[in-house]
Nanobody
Framework: VQLQASGGGLVQTGGSLRLSCVVS????????MAWFRQPPGKEREWVSI????????LYHASVKGRFTISKDNAKNTVILQMDRLKPEDTALYFC?????????????????WGQGTEVTVSS
């Protein structure tokens, strides 16, 4: 299973970015999919999760109401739409594929990781 993340960049506070994660070697329905991020000098943290089957979603409190996770099954792609971005959203963002039917917020439950895409929000 391979994950290819893209869509990061530099944006001003209040702006938007759309991250994409293309999955190859597996169907989206066979994994819980998630986005994590690692701010400079900090630990990796979960951002959003989408279930393998019914599309149930979870959001970290810091992004709830601003970020939206979705799946495009036809393109085998997971999308993270990020709106009203803040400087504290600056981080390296990773997509991950994990155990199906488990909405885990711990990175240890995810077996496959993309290479990361950098998001910088200027104030």
């Amino acid at each position: 299973v391979q994950l290819q993340a893209s869509g990061g960049g530099l944006v001003q506070t209040g702006g938007s970015l759309r991250l994409s994660c293309v999955v190859s070697g597996a169907e989206l329905g066979s994994h819980t999919m998630a986005w994590f991020r690692q701010p400079p000098g900090k630990e990796r943290e979960w951002v959003s999760i989408i279930a393998s089957s019914d599309g149930t979603t979870l959001y970290h409190a810091s992004v709830k109401g601003r970020f939206t996770i979705s799946k495009d099954n036809a393109k085998n792609t997971v999308i993270l739409q990020m709106d009203r971005l803040k400087p504290e959203d600056t981080a390296l963002y990773f997509c991950a594929a994990g155990i199906p039917r488990l909405l885990a917020t711990s990175a240890g439950y995810y077996d496959y990781w993309g290479q990361g895409t950098e998001v910088t929000v200027s104030s």
